[in-house]
């Protein structure tokens, strides 16, 4: 049987910092590895995956909306992760404070954005930032498809999210 399971991430920046979470080893997904902040979706958020990200964030953080501006959902992740389809919509934002709060989920950290991915990344999210990094901000939301090259290495295939009718 294949379920669904639908995540918020945040992509936080202040200056040209990216704020990073250095997982816990005690985790039991991606254990001391690094990540944005971010989770899975209350079933009240399913249609509504802004309301989850802040909600993640501030949980996460301690920041509040009012310590975001320009969000912006920017990348829907698809992916198969055995039995379990993934989701995961992806927003980009700035922050108007660095002091965040502890969390379990891990450590967070200041990394600046030229270090970013020097850290131990897990696979699909460190493609997404190396998209990101080099196409930037967009006016029209990525969806990214996990799958395979014809080389047989694992890929993500970009399509820009466009509306036929607006056309």
């Known amino acids: 049987m294949i379920r669904a399971r639908m995540m918020a991430t945040a992509i936080l920046f202040n200056q040209s910092d990216m704020l990073m979470m250095k997982r816990s080893p005690l985790r039991t997904l991606n254990p001391g590895m690094w990540a944005a902040v971010g989770g899975h979706l209350e079933p ?27 969000l912006k959902l920017q990348y829907i992740l698809i992916r198969l992760n055995q039995s379990e389809v993934r989701q995961q919509f992806i927003y980009t934002a700035y922050t108007t404070r660095r002091d965040v709060s502890l969390t379990e989920e891990g450590e967070l950290h200041w990394i600046p954005r030229e270090q970013v991915l020097d850290r131990d990344i897990p696979f699909i999210f460190r ?41």
Do not use: C, K
């Open 44 to 70: 009240d958020e399913i249609n509504d995956p802004q309301t989850a990200v802040l909600r993640e964030i501030h949980e996460e953080t301690g920041l509040l909306p009012a310590d975001i501006t320009d």
């Open 127 to 167: 493609v997404l930032l190396a998209h990101y990094f080099d196409v930037g901000p967009s006016e029209h939301v990525w969806v990214g498809t996990a799958g395979y090259a014809t080389d047989g290495r694992p890929t993500v295939h970009w399509t820009a999210l466009i509306d036929p009718q607006q056309m």
